[in-house]
C-alpha cells in the first residue's frame, strides 16, 4: 500500500512539474515586439488597481511571466509609435490582467 501511495504521489508531482515547465517553454508571443509596463492606482479607500499596459516597440525581448502568463516583451522598454489607438480590457473584480495577455498581444499594433 505504501508503494502504491509513493508511486502516486510521485505521479502528480511529475504532472505537475510537467504542466509548470511548459507554460516556460511555450509563452505567448506576437508577430512584432511588444512593450509591456505595470502601474498601480492607489486610492485613499480601495485597494490598489493593478493595471497592465502593452504597446509597440523596437526594444529587446526577454521572457517574462506577467500573472501566470509567459511572454516574450520588453518590460519598461521604449515606446515605438505615437499617436496609438487605446484599448481598455477589464476583467472583472475576480481577475488580473495577466489573464486576457493574449488578447493585450494581438491587439497591439506594430511599431512602424
Known amino acids: ?44 479607500q480601495d485597494k490598489p488597481l493593478d493595471i497592465g499596459i502593452w504597446y509597440p516597440t523596437a526594444s529587446q525581448l526577454r521572457l517574462r511571466i506577467i500573472g501566470f502568463s509567459p511572454q516574450m516583451l520588453a518590460t519598461d522598454g521604449t515606446v515605438a509609435r505615437s499617436k496609438l489607438p487605446l484599448v481598455l480590457i477589464s476583467h472583472g473584480a475576480g481577475g488580473m490582467f495577466g489573464a486576457h495577455a493574449d488578447t493585450a498581444l494581438t491587439l497591439t499594433p506594430r511599431s512602424r
Open 1 to 44: 500500500m505504501l508503494k502504491i501511495a509513493i508511486g502516486l504521489v510521485l505521479s502528480l508531482a511529475l504532472l505537475a512539474l510537467g504542466i509548470y515547465t511548459s507554460f516556460f517553454f511555450d509563452p505567448a508571443r506576437s508577430e512584432h515586439r511588444v512593450g509591456f509596463q505595470k502601474v498601480v492606482v492607489r486610492e485613499s
